[in-house]
């Protein structure tokens, strides 16, 4: 069993923004297994060094990576890939000694800060072994992977690190090592009844996948960034009613209410706004859970010939200044309708309305979890949850908030109406 949240989101702001529509979009939700996130010790030529036979020999480099200060109690494993490895042996015609036992090179990694010497270090993140087959062709690598403290993973996340390598072979030749790959899982350091946190991170108008986004859980330490795909994963995440924080570089920082349900999984879409847009336009942004599949986001507000509009998958773009940017039809959403400046560089000032229609008519509302929060000039100011509506939850009409713009862009009077009512998808209120 999986439960799933759902928010909708309202971005109020000032400015002219041109809406752009996008056309609408498929594609169930992806899970995502294994490690939170991956990076790399990238060495280069700085770890490329000669060697004599039972001899010990340490070559050092800088590593220099962006920090993560944000990601902390981690566990990781490191992994020295066959591929990463150039081992070169030489002949010494000049001495001659038995071989009784296959090529061997013991290749062990030690870390420091950048101004520590790494060779003294008691930071040791392990041991690989290059072994070589009977005719002296072929190396592998062992052991797979070396399990890290979360000291020393913690320490590679810091960013510049000075790196040692002890190297020790049964035979004369020289290696050159590329990359120490570094993978990292999320830990948590919460007691009581924990659960596992999933979902995906995008940009709120293109629907493209946001990676580097930092998804943090209220009161815990528990918190994760979404890869290339804005996949993210926290294991051991506080169950309970807990408050979900998605920040990005260049976005409006958004927080949603999340009901994690202890030893289960509970998998969340996150829609972020562009900084740059808030600032200058209205946007409501819808996203759901898995069921229902289709909830549309609707709006009503004053047209410049004194009537209203209403904007919705079949009208997506009604008058000039308002516009369904993203339109979702199999679960998760997100949603995103936008409210700009008109030709006259002014808000068409009025009463606005916001409601969302299930169109799927079943499962009812009563699964979805939805969320409606609203933000002022790049602010969030207020939020409304499907569970606090009142009336008749098979309905499919949820009425959610109701308020005024100004031809300036302030918002004022904002009335939270929070009740289910009878009708369908042309229903204007």
Not at 68 to 91: E, P
Request: charged share 15%; hydrophobic share 40%; glycine share 10%.
């Amino acid at each position: 069993m999986h439960t799933y949240t759902s928010v909708v989101t309202i971005v109020l702001g000032f400015g002219l923004l041109t809406c752009a529509c996008q056309p609408a979009t498929g594609g169930g939700r992806r899970s995502t297994t294994g490690p939170t996130f991956r990076t790399s010790l990238a060495f280069g030529d700085q770890l490329d060094t000669g060697f004599v036979r039972n001899t010990q020999t340490t070559v050092t480099a800088r590593v220099v990576r962006e920090p993560s200060s944000t990601v902390r109690n981690v566990v990781g494993m490191a992994v020295l890939d066959k591929t990463s490895l150039r081992v070169t042996k030489t002949v010494n015609p000049g001495r001659v000694v038995a071989q009784a036992l296959p090529d061997r090179l013991d290749l062990t990694f030690l870390i420091a800060g950048p101004d520590d010497d790494p060779c003294a270090s008691s930071d040791v993140i392990g041991t690989f072994t290059a072994l070589y087959n009977a005719a002296g062709t072929d190396f592998t690598v062992t052991p797979a992977s070396l399990d890290l403290t979360s000291s020393i993973a913690e320490l590679i996340l810091d960013g510049s690190l000075s790196v040692c390598v002890r190297v020790n072979a049964n035979f004369d030749g020289s290696v050159r090592i590329n990359a120490l790959s570094v993978s990292f899982r999320q830990v948590s350091t919460t007691s009581g009844p924990t659960g596992t946190l999933t979902g995906t991170v995008v940009d709120a108008q293109s629907g493209s996948a946001l990676s580097g986004a930092t998804i943090a859980v209220s009161g815990s330490s528990a918190s994760a960034v979404s890869d290339s795909n804005g996949m993210f994963r926290i294991e051991a995440a506080p169950a309970g009613d807990r408050t979900v924080t998605a920040s990005a570089t260049g976005y409006v920082p958004t927080s949603t209410p999340v009901t994690i349900v202890a030893n289960d999984t509970t998998e969340i879409s996150v829609g972020l706004l562009q900084s740059s847009a808030s600032g200058d336009s209205v946007q409501a942004i819808l996203t759901w859970g898995e069921a229902p599949a289709d909830l549309d986001l609707h709006l009503s507000g004053p047209d410049s010939a004194g009537g209203r509009f209403h904007a919705f998958y079949r009208a997506r773009q009604p008058v000039a200044y308002v516009c369904l940017d993203l339109d979702d039809t199999s679960s998760f959403g997100p949603e995103t309708m936008t409210i700009a400046r008109a030709a006259t560089g002014q808000f068409v000032a009025g009463d606005y309305h916001v409601w969302v229609h299930n169109f799927s008519q079943t499962p009812e509302f009563d699964v979805s979890g939805a969320v409606l929060t609203l933000f002022a000039a790049g602010r969030q100011i207020a939020q409304f949850q499907v569970d606090s509506a009142t009336g008749d939850r098979s309905l499919d009409i949820w009425r959610v908030v109701e308020f005024n713009l100004s031809a300036d862009g302030s918002v004022s009077g904002v009335r939270a109406v929070q009740s289910f009512a009878a009708g369908n998808a042309d229903s204007v209120f």
